[in-house]
């Protein structure tokens, strides 16, 4: 009795049962590797699953040292401890992250630009130079080492590198809305140095301060259609930025926070939580003989709860079901339940204050202090990551829309 072998060509399923099929998966990287499989596959697979639930935060680690796939990026699934691997050469060491919001990655390089990429779909969005910051008052390209001519709050002049402004210039850049969802999105920029904050949107040319919120430079998020930015003391700073040569400013005055050493805001659900960062100085660290600066370790945070009441910071000893990502990324809040063996009453977070993240000459990458904090007993975790291969840490939600 002969075997019939019947050789199916899976690229010729109809285009309705590959649709069927793309509209039932549940995770993203299924979703990707589907989408990755031919063209017929591809097309029957949008670009933009709006059925997929959100994946639980990435952590950008440093670029690959292969010679083989030089731009690949790896990102940690912190829930999974699985890497995923993403050709991003957008995301090369000679630019500077300055953020992640809504799935995006802010990066800024030396060409000068400023510049956001999706690491799932590699779609780009450019925002203004660095050179229309309105304390930039000239930019020349061949004036090498002083390319930029500044002037301070104090009307000081002075002058900066490429290099300089690329790595230590902005702290954080936080957008309102999606890029791609939205038709319009507003991206706010806190400064280093003077503690400015400064927003564009969408399709401008320039950069604008908003001079009422200086030194509101603590943290910024995105909340109840406005920026919230937070000081060193707790104090909230509301900016209203719709009428876009107006922007509107109004105040929270609270007790002032004493204590920690940096201060993150949280929407968590809908409830404005202030997240307080303490620090201090690791002196069993393995980079100490590389290191001529001192290398600092997290130990706690603390959890605060805005009661509009008085107003006051109110304080927490439980997050609950919530889950917090903390660094340079725009600080979100997860529901543990929705991630099948995630634990609640955590704090994720990563480096956002070494300057040794952004110069690899002094030896250390900046990664050694990314981990998770439990709210519950106090204890800290680090990551399962190999610290002697990660550079730049960065939580990210990955988001194909």
Known sequence: MSTTIIIVDWSELTPELLQTIAGNLRRQADYIRFR???????????????????????????????????????????????????????ASPSRRRVGSSHGWLILND????????????????????????????????YS??????????GAEVYTCSLRKMRDSFIKKVILSHNPYNESNFTALAILNWHGDLAYCEKGENSWKFIDEARSYCEDVIYFNDSFFAVNKFGSIAICDVKDADCPKVS????????????????DAMGELLLITRYLELDTDSEHLEHQSDNVYKTVK?????????????????????????????????????????????????????????YDGSHGISGDHDVGFYDLEDGSIEPLPFNRRISHWPIWITPNPC
Not at 50 to 77: I, K, V
Not at 144 to 153: A, D, F, H
Request: hydrophobic share 40%; aromatic share 12%.
């Open 301 to 357: 945070f603390c959890v605060w709860r805005l009661d509009l009441s008085g107003p006051k910071w109110e304080r927490m000893m439980t997050l609950g079901d919530r889950v917090l990502f903390l660094g340079e990324n725009s600080s979100l809040a997860i529901l543990a339940t929705d991630y099948p063996g995630c634990k609640g009453n955590r704090i994720y977070f990563a480096d956002d204050y070494s300057e040794a993240n």
């Open 144 to 153: 090498v080492g002083g390319e930029y001519t500044l002037r301070s709050p």
């Open 36 to 90: 990755a499989v031919c063209s017929s596959w591809r097309a029957a697979a949008p670009l933009t699953p709006r059925h997929l639930p959100r994946e639980f935060p990435w952590l950008m680690l440093r670029p690959s040292r292969s010679a083989l796939f030089p731009h690949r990026r790896a990102f940690l699934n912190a829930l999974s401890n699985k890497l995923h691997l993403l050709t991003l050469p957008e």
């Open 251 to 266: 105040f929270i005055k609270t007790q002032q926070q004493i204590g920690g050493d940096m201060q993150y805001l949280v």
């Open 110 to 141: 030396e060409s000068p630009s400023i510049f956001l990429i999706n690491p799932i779909t590699r779609s780009k969005v450019n925002l203004p130079a660095p050179s229309t910051f309105p304390n930039v008052l000239n930019f020349d390209f």
